[in-house]
């Protein structure tokens, strides 16, 4: 990988992090495209931990939020339990898959035809405020967010149907969503970390600086995308982006099917 790579890289997380269209899916696109083997050991934990930069995304646009009471801290952890609890069960099983681009293809094509739907299924919502989702509503959201352990369903996705289908609002859902992202990706990165040194995989000054590029750039252009995000949503719901996972899933499933490689470079 080199730096314009990185930097690709990481305009993808930061547009596709907090939209319902899975980063980790164009991820792995996106390092398909540019010709990097997503079986390798660097480009899987670049795909994970490049969601740092993300993260301290959300902390910097919602501090006030983070700052308000123990509380808050209390729901995430409760909806962060499910994906702590699978993700150290099936670490495996999630590695082998993020080198499928076929799962993506799917997921995105699944994921797309349901988010055709959401805004009609899950109506006469009640929760209005992503800072009072009553514990058990957060602990199945926790729940839904565990199907995007499969690359290409999206956690932000998975979080918002659940919210909506736990009665939040649109807006509510996204920014509970946008919160919960903090535990999960971090304790997704620190896991991805920690099983690289575990089997003796050390990274270089090199990669390094891959990585900090690849933050550095997802984390402008997040900032950017949530605030974009939460105002199209609110006025106009989640069909759109549930075309534009269709459109790619097909496209990517035609190429797969044609024999025809993603490859560019």
């Given amino acids: 990988m080199n730096y314009l790579q990185a930097l ?5 997380e930061g547009l596709t992090e907090f939209l319902p269209v ?3 899916g164009h991820l792995i696109i996106g390092s398909t495209l540019l010709g990097l083997d997503t079986s390798n ?3 899987q934990l670049f795909i994970v931990a490049i969601q740092l930069g993300t993260i301290l995304s959300v902390i910097v646009l919602y501090f006030k939020r983070f700052l308000k009471s123990l509380d808050f ?11 702590a609890i699978l993700g150290v069960l099936f670490s495996k099983k999630i590695d082998a898959f993020l ?3 076929e799962v993506v293809a799917v997921a995105l094509l699944v994921g797309g035809i349901v988010l055709l739907f959401i805004d009609k299924v899950f109506k006469n919502p009640t929760v209005e405020s992503a800072d009072k989702v009553p514990y058990p509503k957060a602990f199945v959201i926790g729940i839904w967010q565990c199907l995007a352990m499969i690359p290409g369903v999206s956690r932000s ?4 149907i659940g919210g909506m289908q736990q009665k939040l609002t649109k807006k509510a859902a996204a920014e509970f ?3 919960l992202a903090v535990p999960t990706m971090f304790g997704a990165t620190a896991k991805k970390l920690f099983d690289f040194y575990k089997q003796g995989y050390r990274v270089s000054s090199h990669e390094l600086g891959l990585l900090g590029v690849g933050n550095l750039v997802g984390f402008v252009v997040a900032i950017i995308a949530i605030k974009s995000f939460i105002n199209f949503v609110s006025k106009h719901g989640f069909q759109a982006f549930g075309v534009y996972r269709i459109i790619v899933g097909i496209v990517i499933l035609i190429f797969i099917f044609s ?3 993603l490859q560019m470079v």
């Fill in 259 to 261: 024999g025809h490689s």
């Fill in 22 to 24: 899975s980063s980790t």
């Fill in 157 to 160: 996705a998975a979080s918002i």
């Fill in 73 to 83: 801290y209390y729901r995430l952890i409760v909806a962060f339990i499910p994906a």
């Fill in 8 to 12: 690709i890289l990481g305009i993808i």
């Fill in 41 to 43: 050991q660097f480009v």
């Fill in 99 to 101: 080198g499928s681009i």
């Fill in 177 to 179: 969503s946008f919160f």
